[in-house]
Nanobody, 123 residues
Framework: QVQPVESGGGLVQAGGSLRLSCAASGRTFSNYAMGWFRQAPGKEREFVAAISGSGGITYYADSVKGRFTISRDNTKNTVYLQMPSLKPEDTAVYYC????????????????WGQGTQVTVSS
């Protein structure tokens, strides 16, 4: 079991940047694919980015591709989401999730979820 805990959210102006971190417990962290999802008020939770256990494969939503970067450090049991050039439409609660096995884009494929961290981008 790899239970994620997010941190790094906050309030930033448009064009600013944040780096989210997701620390996960468990001794077999590299066996877990990790994903970032976000949920804006009144909207469904949506996929943002995912990374395979080794870090060699990454997926991105079209809305963040080329702008956000997901990475992981398996020696620290941590996944990161680097978010430069933030836009007001990036405002949401960001969730980290883990799953055993391969990388996926669909939220129902993830087993364990963090509590979320708020990201607010002001215009």
């Amino acid at each position: 079991q790899v239970q994620p805990v997010e941190s790094g959210g906050g309030l930033v102006q448009a064009g600013g940047s944040l780096r989210l971190s997701c620390a996960a417990s468990g001794r077999t962290f590299s066996n877990y694919a990790m994903g970032w999802f976000r949920q804006a008020p009144g909207k469904e939770r949506e996929f943002v980015a995912a990374i395979s256990g080794s870090g060699g494969i990454t997926y991105y939503a079209d809305s963040v591709k080329g702008r956000f970067t997901i990475s992981r450090d398996n020696t620290k049991n941590t996944v990161y989401l680097q978010m430069p050039s933030l836009k007001p439409e990036d405002t949401a609660v960001y969730y980290c999730a883990s799953r055993t096995g391969g990388i996926r884009r669909t939220r129902n494929d993830y087993d364990y979820w963090g509590q979320g961290t708020q990201v607010t981008v002001s215009s």
